[in-house]
T-cell receptor
Framework: AQSVTQLGSHVSVSEGALVLLRCNYS??????LFWYVQYPNQGLQLLLK??????LVKGINGFEAEFKKSETSFHLTKPSAHMSDAAEYFC???????????FGAGTTVTVRA | DTGVSQNPRHKITKRGQNVTFRCDPI?????LYWYRQTLGQGPEFLTY????????KSRLLSDRFSAERPKGSFSTLEIQRTEQGDSAMYLC?????????????FGSGTRLTVV
């Protein structure tokens, strides 16, 4: 069975500080990995994705993530947090022979002024 | 590209009533998905269409849940005899092909409250 684990349900950072959200997956086949952001009462917006190729992927709003196969991880980072980054973030996985996304439980980010 | 549209945005219903939600996918997307998201959790896959064919429905939560996609365009999700446990956000998503040309785009969801 494949699954996604997001470590830490809540993360609080100061404005301008590093944002680090952790995601680990379990899979016996190569994964396709995604990070989505969700603002209150809204749907999910794709931040970035990894399918094949370069393991460091850059997304919107200054976010990036690195696929590390040896660690089965796909952690999301942003060098400098902005107040507008306050939201819930979801890591998701799928596979070449699958059609659905499997999501982690999410990490809520708050940004302190 | 007008995005994935879901209606209504909010629905409050009494327990035991039937409700129907509509999803209009991005026009050139042939795949359509329904997910459910409960408070504090990530979205949970419910069902999937490729064009008008429903290729996966085993994840629908019970036989009170059904989905259709006539003519491979919009889709509806119906819940019969609603229960308080059905209260959740119901998300629709679409994609053009498995992941060859892009990614899954989500709508803003329909929030269901059963009282």
């Amino acid at each position: 069975a494949q699954s996604v684990t997001q470590l830490g349900s809540h993360v609080s950072v100061s404005e301008g500080a590093l944002v680090l959200l952790r995601c680990n997956y379990s899979s016996s086949v190569p994964p396709y990995l995604f990070w989505y952001v969700q603002y209150p009462n809204q749907g999910l917006q794709l931040l970035l994705k990894y399918t094949t190729g370069a393991t460091l992927v850059k997304g919107i709003n200054g976010f990036e993530a690195e696929f590390k196969k040896s660690e089965t991880s796909f952690h999301l980072t942003k060098p400098s947090a902005h107040m507008s980054d306050a939201a819930e973030y979801f890591c998701a996985v799928t596979f070449s022979n699958d059609y659905k996304l499997s999501f982690g439980a999410g990490t809520t980010v708050t940004v302190r002024a | 590209d007008t995005g994935v549209s879901q209606n209504p945005r909010h629905k409050i219903t009494k327990r035991g009533q039937n409700v129907t939600f509509r999803c209009d996918p991005i026009s050139e997307h042939n795949r359509l998905y329904w997910y459910r998201q409960t408070l504090g959790q990530g979205p949970e896959f419910l069902t999937y269409f490729q064009n008008e064919a429903q290729l996966e429905k085993s994840r629908l939560l019970s036989d009170r849940f059904s989905a259709e996609r006539p003519k491979g365009s919009f889709s509806t999700l119906e819940i019969q005899r609603t229960e308080q446990g059905d209260s959740a956000m119901y998300l629709c998503a679409s994609s053009r092909d498995r992941f060859k040309y892009g990614y899954t785009t989500f709508g803003s969801g329909t929030r269901l409250t059963v009282v």
